[in-house]
């Protein structure tokens, strides 16, 4: 499976911006859809997940700003930000995991990332 995203640029506080990462491959089945962050200097970070049976969870740092969708049927996941903040600005990155049938009886799993987007909020 491979995931392409989408959507990064340069932002001023306070603006919006829209992610998205759509998966590719053959047969597969989503478990999970999330997306992380690495700022400079700093460790990856998980922003937003977003499971099967549409639990979501954010870092406190985006709750009310961010928002996490998935569209099962395209395998795509978009993640809405608004209210953005310079402390925002970071490479972002879709993550999905799932499985991939081998035969009748069993299945493979894995775990895909995308090539991440540079998200810029300025002040």
């Known amino acids: 499976v491979q995931l392409q995203a989408s959507g990064g640029g340069l932002v001023q506080a306070g603006g919006s911006l829209r992610l998205s990462c759509a998966a590719s491959?053959?047969?597969?089945?989503?478990?999970?859809m999330a997306w992380y962050r690495q700022a400079p200097g700093k460790q990856r970070e998980l922003v937003a997940l977003?499971?099967?049976?549409?639990?979501?969870n954010y870092a406190d740092s985006v709750k009310g700003r961010f928002t996490i969708s998935g569209d099962n049927a395209k395998n795509t996941v978009s993640l809405d930000m608004n209210s953005l903040k310079t402390e925002d600005t970071a490479v972002y990155y879709c993550?999905?995991?799932?499985?991939?049938?081998?035969?009748?009886?069993?299945?493979?799993?894995?775990?895909?990332w995308g090539q991440g987007t540079l998200v810029t909020v300025s002040s």
């Open positions: 993550n999905m995991e799932g499985y991939s049938p081998v035969d009748s009886w069993s299945a493979n799993a894995w775990d895909a």
């Open positions: 491959g053959s047969s597969f089945t989503i478990n999970r």
């Open positions: 977003l499971t099967s049976g549409g639990s979501t």
